[in-house]
């Protein structure tokens, strides 16, 4: 065995990966890395320390679509960045959260929507856009009888100047794919799914 994929509950990945880690195998480790900030720091002190590779699965990362509105915006193709947005308005259904009973937990799933859900758009949102200097955001339980929230929106402000805004929750319906939007005072660039 040369590496592990760890696909448990997110609020048990650091343990899995510091035990996998502690026997010198590269990880693999299923979003979010835990559930909260110490927990992973934690996770990836283990991995330095015992000099084996841990990586996140933010597979959106990889798609040439992706890659290609980071490259635009690096470039300066769209120009002066005003707006990056991400919409994830998807839909869940009770069944999807009876299914597993660490779902829709604060101490297994460490959030609802943008944590289990979101947060490949918001880890795609920031690799095109970069870090966020602050942020303002609401979460609620709107519709599923959940511990955790079913719809969040937050509004941000990027460090290179921009703003913007993300959506999102797991209570609408129909329900749609993630959309990224990027505008610049010359040009706009839409990401709808993959």
Known sequence: ????????????????IIAAAQAKKHVLC???????????????????ENNVKL????????Y?????????VRTGKLGKLVLGDAYQKYFRSH????????????????????????????DLLLYIMGPVKRLSAYARRLVRNIAVEDTAVAILEFENGAV?????????????DCQIEVSGDKGTLVLHGD
């Open 30 to 48: 299923e979003k979010p890395m835990d559930i909260n900030l110490c927990a992973i720091d934690t996770a990836i002190a283990a991995a330095k």
């Open 64 to 72: 040439r679509s992706s890659q290609l509105v980071r490259e635009a």
């Open 1 to 16: 065995i040369q590496a592990v994929s760890v696909c448990t509950p997110s609020g048990m990945h650091s343990e899995h």
């Open 95 to 122: 069944e999807y959260y009876a299914s597993g009973a660490w779902r829709a937990t604060w101490e297994l799933d460490g959030g609802g929507a943008l944590m289990n859900q979101g947060v490949h758009g918001i």
């Open 55 to 62: 990586v996140g699965v933010f597979q959106r990362r990889t």
């Open 164 to 176: 913007g805004v993300i959506e999102g929750t797991t209570s609408v319906t129909p329900g749609y």
